[in-house]
């Protein structure tokens, strides 16, 4: 109770001293003011900071006609995608080149409209022509050109693109100019860019196909029941060493490189599934050609490889790609390889099982097998003859060989974006400051 009463004693103190302050206070800026008015000198004012209201950007970028080029050669022509895909918004180019079209639009400018487009699909075609070796820029261009293509759409005003849209985005649709021909350029241009990711990546693939699933020699006990300490990998690794670790490293390096570019997720599927085609038929021919491949034991380290092949699918969610029925055929050729070949009961379950092998290539494997173990014995003619007459009325190509260069048509959904044009801002690397927010 004694501290309570010195502290309300204190207190009403402090209060007495702030109310003679204030009088004091109130007292001074009377004087200031009597000797302003009177000698017509203002006393120095401290200066007071002035907040600056948040503008509400349309989505929209201001440009010139004759920046047109500038611009192109900022953004498209001199742009290093390695640094961009990491630290930017997936899909920026795009969307600044589509925010330039809607101020076209906008002002109603059909002659910067259309130099703006037609100079982007040249310069992205430049790009391609100029570095279509380098995987990570065709990825990059591959994914912002379905990005400008779906912007195209998705801002149309076209109802049936509408839907996907928030009320915002609706308010952005293009006002002026009906831009539909525009989509089917940028469909040829991305069915073209998309023959050169494929391209690229087979350059990559071939040197390591053939030695990791079938020249590579498992060590012992590596093929068992279910292999362990599959996901262990090494920065860089030997000839030598080229085993199915290799492969999947470069098939993750390529997966991952798409996802960080925005690509449209069925694309990627369709890539891996051309990718999975491309092993599957390089190492089929080459098992084809090869009498010292063909061995029971070479058998089980296919099924094993591909089986490998079969995880890092799950691993990235892609088992519903299509990815896996390309693997068929080499699958059934590892099976033919390990499965009995003796009796007509053979000859029908390897009739049976083998759906996705002509009779051409399985006669062939037939021929070739060459046994390892010293109870086993070559197939005999008369089981191979056995073969033909089963299969003598299946309908099928007589090829032998796989086409190796086959490359399935591609299709590109419509993927709208959910990324508000108002928001996307614009980093100071590009040098593109000559572009104003609108």
């Not at 379950?349 to 759906?355: F, G």
């Not at 073969?387 to 060989?401: C, F, H, P």
């Amino acid at each position: 109770m004694e501290q309570q009463q010195k502290q309300d004693k204190t207190i009403r103190k402090l209060k007495k001293q702030l109310k003679l302050y204030m009088k004091k206070v109130e007292d001074l800026e009377a004087n200031a003011h009597q000797t302003v008015s009177s000698s017509g000198t203002s006393m120095p004012v401290r200066p007071v900071h002035i907040a600056r209201k948040e503008k509400e950007f349309q989505g929209m970028l201001e440009f010139k006609e004759d920046d047109t080029g500038h611009l192109l050669k900022n953004l498209v022509i001199d742009l290093k995608p390695r640094g961009v895909a990491v630290s930017f918004t997936p899909g920026l180019p795009a969307f600044i080149i589509f925010m330039c079209l809607r101020y076209a639009d906008n002002v109603n400018d059909d002659r910067r409209l259309s130099t703006l487009l037609n100079s982007t699909i040249s310069s992205i075609k430049g790009v391609i022509k100029r570095k279509g070796n380098d995987f990570e820029v065709v990825s990059f261009w591959l994914a912002n050109t379905c990005r400008l293509m779906h912007c195209l759409k998705q801002y149309s005003g076209d109802e049936v693109f509408m839907v996907h849209n928030t009320a915002k985005q609706n308010e952005q649709c293009l006002a002026n100019f009906e831009l539909t021909e525009y989509h089917q350029l940028f469909g040829d241009l991305a069915i073209q860019i998309y023959r050169q990711i494929i391209k690229s990546m087979e350059n990559i693939l071939l040197p390591l196909i053939i030695p990791c699933m079938l020249e590579h020699e498992a060590e012992q006990g590596v093929l068992g029941s279910k292999p362990t300490g599959l996901r262990k990998r090494s920065p860089s690794f030997p000839d030598e060493a080229l085993t199915v670790e290799v492969l999947l490293q470069r098939l993750s390096f390529f997966h991952t490189t798409m996802s960080q570019h925005g690509m449209d997720p069925d694309i990627i599927k369709q890539v891996v599934k051309q990718q999975f085609y491309i092993i599957s038929a390089v190492t089929l021919n080459n098992l084809l050609l090869r009498k010292d491949m063909c061995s029971w034991g070479k058998g089980l380290q296919i099924r094993y490889n591909v089986w490998q092949l079969d995880e890092w699918l799950g691993e990235k969610e892609l088992s519903d790609c299509g990815a896996k029925e390309t693997l068929e055929p080499l699958i059934q050729a590892a099976q033919l390889l390990q499965i009995n070949k003796n009796t007509e009961a053979d000859a029908k379950a390897i009739c049976s099982m083998c759906s996705s092998l002509t009779t051409a290539q399985i006669v062939k494997i037939l021929t070739l097998y060459t046994p390892v173990i010293e109870f086993e014995e070559r197939v005999s003619n008369t089981f191979i003859t056995t073969i033909k007459n089963l299969l003598k009325d299946r309908a099928e190509s007589s090829n032998l060989m796989m086409d190796a260069k086959k490359i399935f048509s591609v299709t590109f959904p419509f993927t709208p974006s959910s990324v508000a044009l108002e928001t996307v801002q614009i980093p100071a690397s590009l040098n593109l400051g000559f572009l104003t927010r609108v």
